[in-house]
């Protein structure tokens, strides 16, 4: 409650006149150096927002009267950058990937350069250091659906799997359940073959009947055994490497409703030299053939 202001006998300072239950409130001001630090900050913040881009419009922003912008400064920055790399990529463009291997001085280039591409652009699906996940392919084996070869992973990473670009590869695996090509029966029996290609034991009885529904409906694009044609974008079935995973149930639903998953032509996005230094680091990764 309100009270008289006094000197606090104790401390010599004057109270501020409140008190709470019998306690009385010293008056004890923030030294000045404090308070001119504090009204110099704010007249420092009028100013910077008068200079520099601060407050929000409607439609974008006040972008303050002296012009400047970091995101011009970074824009420029990363020109100069890409200036002064210019020699470098045109080299890339013009070679072929194996002749870019053989040049130290490139691919100490494409190992730098790749390495930030390939985070920025690839990483989110294909994992660090292209370890894969569920539904994207591992890119440090030696297992490739479309090909491991320079050109191959070239012509994948430029043009992308099962997009609207018309050099894209494209790989259609019929929906045998969904679309009623095969019976739940038959899916069941090709399930257990395929899985024995692998080398998962099965009832024999079973096996047969599976291999016959895998000759005449999957022979033609995973091969005679399941060894797979890339040409065709057909995956090998018999070394126990699964894309969607290599359990009953999971093959039993790829086998129902097939998997067409896609990737970008990633050409409509990136420059040709960018393009060449990707397909050059991931074959570089560990499984290029």
């Given at each position: ?5 006094e000197k606090d006998a104790a401390t010599g300072t004057d109270t501020t006149g409140h008190e709470w239950d019998g306690i009385k409130e010293l008056n004890t001001p923030l030294p000045k150096w404090w308070l001119y630090t504090f009204y110099a900050c704010i007249v420092w913040g009028v100013i910077y927002t008068v200079l520099f881009p601060s407050w929000p419009t409607l439609s974008s922003h006040f972008g ?226």
């Amino acid at each position: 409650m309100p009270t008289k202001i006094e000197k606090d006998a104790a401390t010599g300072t004057d109270t501020t006149g409140h008190e709470w239950d019998g306690i009385k409130e010293l008056n004890t001001p923030l030294p000045k150096w404090w308070l001119y630090t504090f009204y110099a900050c704010i007249v420092w913040g009028v100013i910077y927002t008068v200079l520099f881009p601060s407050w929000p419009t409607l439609s974008s922003h006040f972008g303050g009267t002296s012009g400047y912008s970091q995101r011009a400064d970074v824009a420029a920055d990363l020109a100069a950058q890409k200036a002064g790399q210019a020699d470098l990529r045109e080299k890339i463009v013009a070679m072929d990937i194996d002749s870019i291997r053989k040049d130290p001085a490139l691919m100490g280039y494409v190992q730098a350069a790749g390495r930030v591409a390939f985070a920025d652009n690839c990483a989110g699906c294909h994992g660090a250091g292209g370890a894969g996940a569920v539904g994207f392919p591992v890119l440090a084996d030696d297992d490739w659906i479309w090909g491991g070869k320079p050109d191959q992973i070239l012509q994948t990473i430029t043009y992308g799997i099962r997009n609207a670009n018309e050099n894209s590869r494209i790989s259609d695996m019929p929906r045998f359940g969904a679309d009623q090509l095969l019976t739940k029966e038959q899916i069941s029996d090709v399930t257990d073959y395929v899985l024995s290609l692998s080398g998962t034991a099965g009832d024999v009885a079973v096996l047969e009947r599976g291999a016959v529904v895998f000759a005449e409906n999957c022979a033609a694009c995973h091969g005679e055994k399941g060894e797979g044609v890339q040409d065709m974008g057909g995956p090998r079935l018999s070394d126990g490497i699964w894309l969607y995973g290599g359990d009953r149930k999971s093959v039993v639903d790829t086998i129902t409703n097939a998997r067409r998953g896609n990737m970008p032509a990633w050409i409509e996005r990136l420059d040709p030299a960018t393009v060449k230094v990707l397909a050059t680091y991931v074959h570089a990764l560990g499984g290029g053939q």
